[in-house]
């Protein structure tokens, strides 16, 4: 496949990869809300239903953000790993939203 082509293909996908990213994020910033909840409430340890939640919400995402993610025993503990986890899911989100790949470089120019 040309180069071309593969810029076309990349472009085509890109909407379908930037929602699956948003979906991520969107379930991170669920369980980041009920959280914080927990630690304004005093919360110190994480309990029973809270993992879960963690689990399940971790089973969502991609292995780079799910490694991000500490063996959390504390309210804040899971809170510090979340932050570092939507940082893996934001770095590609950002680079889709600044950069074009297919109109980075015009046609039969060098860049």
């Not at 009920?34 to 971790?58: C, F, P, V, Y």
């Not at 899971?78 to 950002?94: I, S």
């Amino acid at each position: 496949m040309t180069d071309f082509w593969e810029s076309v293909v990349a472009v085509a996908e890109q909407p379908c990869r930037e929602r699956e990213y948003r979906r991520m994020l969107a379930l991170t910033d669920k369980l980041l809300g009920h959280l914080e909840l927990l630690n304004l409430h005093g919360q110190r340890d994480l309990d029973a239903a809270t993992k879960r939640d963690i689990a399940m919400t971790m089973g969502e995402l991609t292995p780079r953000a799910r490694g991000r993610f500490p063996r959390a025993k504390t309210v804040q503990q899971a809170l510090d790993g979340l932050f570092e986890v939507q940082e893996e899911l934001l770095v590609p989100l950002q680079r889709w939203l600044h950069w074009d790949p297919l109109f980075s470089v015009q046609i039969g120019h060098s860049a």
